[in-house]
């Protein structure tokens, strides 16, 4: 049977870039971290070594900074937007061109009260993430959050669980629930307001958490997305990656002590991770 | 509109397990990272906190471990295929398993010439990985190789490529090729021999690597998925992940030096990224 | 020549602990991971395999939950005091106990504008850290903190320096200056008091890096600990190492472009590296 | 009490540097990643931000490139020498320079049973790491091993320990005896040969961790170091750092199967952690 080329892409990941705008009155800084994709009329650049139609990544890289400095700091979201408009008008060789971006949060950093008009600070571990997906007919624009650690040591239980006979766990009423909130979700056609609407998903998925009186990840997963669609007619769709982080209690009767839920250990390996799509 | 639940699944990931099988003359060794994954009838796990259907996450890991125990030491394909038949026939409420696993490959030391019977090191950064995705209709094969660095100093190119405003690459007819190969490939149903596949697909992308001359890493990457499929009939599919490791040529003019292509700089961020699927 | 032993220690590092104070009103929470170490009698350990001083590692860990059970939850520093003094007491064999422990900072969730009582978040990527050395006669208490990301787009120059053939670097009047702050300081005998002092010294230090017209990163270091030893008379001594996290400006003239300030790499790899202790 | 600047030190790190020898009939290649750190006159730079007697840590990076391009690739040993001497000889306000180099080992790809002339992969995970410091009247070479991962799963017990209240760990006949070998050691003034001599303390060090019938990590880190001190004269000093890597037996007991050694789960955290220094 002859072999062919199925699915392909190129492009270049982790194009770094700082943004400073320069006020009067204060500097506003913005730190991406880009990767573009294309797909497109490729075929013989692999079965033949043809690179006619092969914009170089390194100038994938190069657009970033040009466009960078073209426009004014804005969402991540309207950046990707620029660069796959650009990178379309420009080849028509192109099918689709994908761009994701990480924003890492910068924070002012403070002198007494005062916030400072040139001195910063990470905001946090939590990084802020958007992809935008551009075909000759269609754009369909995502955004998310990843990296965001929450953790409850009250209303969390998992119990009635399923046994089998290598089930050693035991009903927990009272556990600790912790997860590092990995979400992306998708905007109708046509939205924009990207910096409120992300915000806003924010706050109704910590809200979701906080509140939800959790019979398990599961349950608070599907509480954090349904919370979402809500709150949000704009999106679509709200998928969630939520690793289970355990934190074991340890067992002190060997040392001649009880634990009331005072001691535990955080684990990295093995974890729970639990994964759902909500869509409308 | 009313939401929801589309695709969702849990699991277990990051199950470390080490096996030693202890022969009269020598000890063999595998070590393994599994994660398991459930699809199927949960929906009220997530609606109602139902958990009457749930085999938990930790009953999963306690399984990887009776299995370790159970089976002998063979391919990790055999074992992920051993783990998904078990969760099939034990759980009505399962449409599909999934099991990836990613094993650390362990050679023995020697002393002098000769190599020990129960001494081991790390045979790499390599990773050999399989996956089994099973449903009661249907069961899917994936073999690869993860992190497995490669670099050619010479039979290289990358000319003749689209130039735009924002283009500076200069074209290069002797550059450095490096990359850190990720593949997967999938297997026609029925086939058995995994150990000696793996080596034979192994030897057989590494010498299409070696051999050709490269016009663009899209151009390597059909290569050596075309080799694959060429040498191996049992194999429907092939998928390359392939960075592209920048190496650049320091400009050594300012400092009073010309750099006949001797002095390098090996570079993390940003890098080129092509990936491709080779299909029959 | 005889072969001898000098230095050495033995001891558990990567002890993880997360505990829980279950006020009625509300929980606290603090995590820490613990590193133990100790020097003493042991030559005959490693010459030859006599473990009968050898207090197992394993107890070591234990010891650690004990302890977090046994006292309420305070300052790490108080922390690894109670440490070192429990295995000092009970162990003759012992020279000298090391505790390190290293703080994930948390911080509350809020609902709307309310603080939860019993939900989290990580507080940021910085970490706060202590050591203390004790042995039979005396006990030196370090803190520290590792981690803290910060940067400033203001007064900054590096100009005036050093030139040879090999150097290309341009003065610059308005770099962007941005470090990892890790500093740590050693009190003197007998303070308390850690929680007011470690924030106090953490204000001092980001004052000062915020104020200071910095002519070189040196000089922004010396500004930093002299603003500490000036502020705290309890501490003799701050060491400080401050990697120099280039942020380089994109060169946008091949590309037909200003850059006048707006546009940066950020680089992880090659970076400066600053070190200096200031004392009394 | 007056303030004053101790001990300080600036320099580069994370110099990458890959070496490319172009001979007729082969490649040869070697990759490197060097910090170099100064120490001197320096006082004036912190405390008034006087620049005039700091080279930039941007021509420390320089210079490794141009002494990559002036000397023909050798050993690690030779490349830091070659680096202290430059920066002593032209920069009368040092008084020592510290260069370290890690190097990244290559192995040549094959064909078939064919070595390449010109296309290789990474050797492993080991590292070979030299580092060099000069002042005006000494040079100190150390070389060294890093993360270099060894395991045995025979001829290694724990016993005989000492317990207490908090002691849980059972006597271990036959345990899992891991851990990455970090290893350095000094030469005595005025020893060549780097490579060899590396060769055979990796070899040494090795062949006594195979033969040796272990009592506990102490015990075989002890004949390690021994091993080397007893066989290279040239040799005046070894430190190593042994992590302990856990392998605990995983108790199947409650899973209704016994575990005669066969399978283990390695673990990340907590470890042990064993280390000293054997001297002359």
Redesign the interface.
């Known amino acids: 049977?002859?072999?062919?080329?199925?699915?392909?892409?190129?492009?270049?990941?982790?194009?770094?870039?700082?943004?400073?705008?320069?006020h009067q009155d204060r500097?506003d800084?913005q730190?991406l971290d880009v990767?573009v994709?294309f797909e497109g009329d490729?075929e013989s650049?692999?079965?033949?070594?043809?690179?006619?139609?092969?914009?170089?990544?390194?100038?994938m890289?190069?657009?970033v900074?040009?466009l960078?400095?073209?426009h004014p700091i804005g969402t991540i979201e309207d950046f990707c937007l620029q660069l796959t408009a650009h990178f379309l008008q420009?080849?028509p060789q192109l099918w689709q061109v994908q761009v994701d971006a990480t924003e890492t949060l910068?924070a002012r950093?403070?002198?007494?009260d005062k916030l400072?008009?040139?001195?910063?600070?990470?905001?946090?571990?939590e990084k802020r993430i958007a992809q935008v997906r551009a075909t000759r007919g269609e754009t369909v624009v995502h955004s998310g959050i990843a990296n965001?650690?929450?953790?409850?040591?009250?209303?969390s239980a998992?119990?009635?669980?399923?046994?089998?006979?290598?089930?050693?766990?035991k009903q927990d009423r009272n556990r600790?629930l912790a997860t590092l909130i990995h979400a992306d979700w998708r905007y109708a056609p046509g939205v924009g307001n990207f910096e409120a609407l992300w915000n806003g998903v924010r706050k109704s998925m910590?809200?979701a958490?906080?509140?939800h009186h959790?019979?398990?990840l599961?349950?608070t997963?599907?509480a954090m997305?349904?919370a979402v669609?809500?709150d949000f007619e704009s999106i679509l769709?709200i998928r969630l990656s939520l690793?289970?982080k355990h934190?074991n209690l340890?067992d002190?009767a060997?040392?001649?002590?009880d634990?009331?839920?005072?001691?535990?250990?955080?684990?990295?390996?093995?974890?729970?991770?639990?994964?759902?799509?909500?869509?409308?």
Chains 1, 2, 3, 4 share one sequence.
């Open positions: 049977m002859a072999i062919r080329l199925a699915q392909n892409s190129y492009g270049k990941s982790r194009v770094r870039v700082f943004r400073v705008a320069r500097h800084v730190e990767a994709a490729f650049v692999h079965t033949l070594g043809d690179n006619s139609k092969v914009l170089p990544t390194d100038t890289k190069n657009t900074y040009a960078a400095r073209k420009r080849n910068w950093l403070a002198h007494g400072q008009a040139s001195a910063f600070t990470h905001a946090g571990e965001l650690f929450v953790l409850k040591t009250a209303d998992f119990e009635g669980f399923l046994r089998d006979e290598y089930t050693t766990l600790i910590i809200e958490f906080v509140q959790s019979l398990s599961q349950h997963l599907y997305g349904q669609l809500g769709e690793p289970n934190f340890v002190l060997p040392l001649g002590m634990n009331p839920g005072e001691v535990f250990v955080p684990t990295e390996e093995p974890h729970g991770l639990i994964e759902a799509t909500l869509t409308r």
